[in-house]
Antibody, heavy 120, light 107 residues
Framework: EVQLVESGGGLVQPGRSLKLSCLASGFTFSNYGMNWIRQAPGKGLEWVASISSSSSYIYYADTVKGRFTISRDNAKNTLYLQMTSLRSEDTALYYC?????????????WGQGVMVTVSS | DVQMTQSPSYLAASPGESVSISCKASKSINTYLAWYQEKPGKTNKLLIYSGSTLQSGTPSRFSGSGSGTDFTLTIRSLEPEDFAVYYC?????????FGSGTKLEIK
């Protein structure tokens, strides 16, 4: 069974940093691209970043480019999102999602999400 | 960036009825559109991709159509478990963009 479990969220002050993790199981992690997608309270889904299976291709939303870094450790079956210079508008539920193996830009499995709150 | 305009934002229907949700792209995305279902307490579910291809496990009462800029998700003969929030997402180019969602409620 495919499972994606996010961790590392919490309350953080504006301007500070936070690192999210997503532990994957139930599939060969190194074969799949991965995505971070977020949802602000009461709002819709917003794509954040994507990384290919071997980390050769990485994409970011303009809203996080230069502040967030997506990475992965295939030996540990773990996806990361390093977030720096956090802003109140980054407050959201952050989902880790697996890319469809043949179409990297869509997500066939999602985690439950981890909440990040940016507030003083 | 491709803007996705989804409508309606809210829809009320009864079990057994059929409903349609529209998603319009600000420029052509060929057929590269996906639909997702969001339900409380469950992980988001991919229903349809590439406009009309049903993801494995998606019931046949769901169908997707469209190309270019105009797309439609149709659910025929609504079941109680279909009442949820639905999002479209274009997968033609980065940055990936989602519609604003449609909440389907029981009438």
């Amino acid at each position: 069974e495919v499972q994606l479990v996010e961790s590392g969220g919490g309350l953080v002050q504006p301007g500070r940093s936070l690192k999210l993790s997503c532990l994957a199981s139930g599939f060969t992690f190194s074969n799949y691209g991965m995505n971070w997608i977020r949802q602000a309270p009461g709002k819709g889904l917003e794509w954040v970043a994507s990384i290919s299976s071997s980390s050769s291709y990485i994409y970011y939303a303009d809203t996080v480019k230069g502040r967030f870094t997506i990475s992965r450790d295939n030996a540990k079956n773990t996806l990361y999102l390093q977030m720096t210079s956090l802003r109140s508008e980054d407050t959201a539920l952050y989902y880790c999602a697996r890319s469809v193996i043949t179409i990297a830009a869509i997500s066939d499995y999602w985690g439950q999400g981890v909440m990040v709150t940016v507030s003083s | 960036d491709v803007q996705m305009t989804q409508s309606p934002s809210y829809l009320a229907a009864s079990p057994g009825e059929s409903v349609s949700i529209s998603c319009k792209a600000s420029k052509s995305i060929n057929t590269y559109l996906a639909w997702y279902q969001e339900k409380p307490g469950k992980t988001n579910k991919l229903l349809i991709y590439s406009g009309s291809t049903l993801q494995s496990g998606t019931p046949s009462r769901f169908s997707g159509s469209g190309s270019g800029t105009d797309f439609t998700l149709t659910i025929r003969s609504l079941e109680p478990e279909d009442f949820a929030v639905y999002y479209c997402q274009q997968h033609n180019e980065y940055p990936l963009t989602f519609g604003s969602g449609t909440k389907l409620e029981i009438k």
